[in-house]
């Protein structure tokens, strides 16, 4: 298994030219989006704005065409780790922040991590058997990982596993249900809310529609993309991408 910071021989070869070249690749300017938003005199800003991107270098810009079908490896991985608790996780191949199903899997990871949604109800409060237990996302642009994660006593770890794949297989078979779709969608559309208040964070969310082609004002649709999800969609979205074969997953033990 590798740390998400790299394998300590390949820091170690690390130098500073290693830094500098990927800077260059990266900051020039068909891959440069200039964001800003606030109450602000856009004429007066103009040449400020302006005299910065004249500095970028106008060198050819390729992104990267690496696409993550699935895991290099699948099936489930053990560790040994000191401590007391042990862990389950269940990774799966995530569509990234430009897919149509981006919504579709947020909703299903918010219900998969309510407090009175399939996993928490059954794992920890009927089954007692987890102290804590949800659902998450680790995003990219066209790739990611969704997982499945929860904390046991460590002679309860395989239990806990087969009951996460067992409450993942209910969803595939049956979808959510109609309850569980309007609170997860209730709480995304809040959350969406909070989240652009500051111009800060409108700000960086409309660079990132810009760079993944969508244009500035793609976040203004979110809320409308999460109220229109059905609990079909999200089966859908979740039986062409959460699937066993093409699942890792990771146990931790004492």
């Given amino acids: 298994m590798h740390d998400s910071d790299g394998d300590p021989e390949a820091l170690a070869v690390l130098t500073p030219d290693h830094a500098r070249s990927l800077l260059n690749r990266l900051m020039v300017a068909p891959n440069a989006v200039l964001s800003v938003c606030g109450d602000i005199d856009v004429d007066s800003m103009a040449s400020w704005f302006e005299a910065i991107l004249l500095d970028f270098p106008k060198w050819h810009f390729e992104p990267s065409s690496v696409k993550l079908d699935k895991p290099l490896n699948t099936g489930i991985l ?21 897919s149509d199903d981006f919504s579709a899997l947020s909703v299903l990871a918010e219900i998969l991590s309510d ?7 059954r794992i920890r409060e009927k089954e007692g058997l987890a102290y804590y237990v949800g659902a998450s996302r680790l995003v990219g642009f066209r790739d990611g990982m969704f997982y499945l994660y ?74 409308e ?13 979740a039986c062409r991408l959460l699937i066993e074969s093409s699942m890792l997953g990771l146990v931790v033990r004492p």
């Avoid at 806990?160 to 779709?181: A, K, N, W, Y």
């Avoid at 652009?196 to 993944?212: E, F, G, I, K, T």
């Fill in 78 to 98: 053990e560790k040994r780790l000191p401590r007391e608790q042990g862990l389950v996780l269940l990774g799966f191949p995530d569509c990234g922040m430009v």
């Fill in 115 to 121: 407090m009175s949604g399939p996993l928490f109800s």
């Fill in 150 to 223: 929860a904390g046991t006593q460590p002679e309860k770890v395989d239990r806990v596993r087969g009951l996460l794949l067992e409450e993942l297989q209910r969803i595939l078979q049956s979808g959510p249900t109609e309850d569980c779709m309007d609170r997860a969608k209730k709480h995304i559309r809040s959350s969406l809310v909070l989240g652009r208040q500051s111009p800060a964070s409108r700000a960086n969310q409309a660079a990132l529609d810009v760079l993944a082609g969508r244009g500035a004002n793609y976040w203004r649709t979110a809320d």
């Fill in 225 to 237: 993309r999460i109220a229109a999800l059905t609990p079909q969609h999200v089966q859908n979205v």
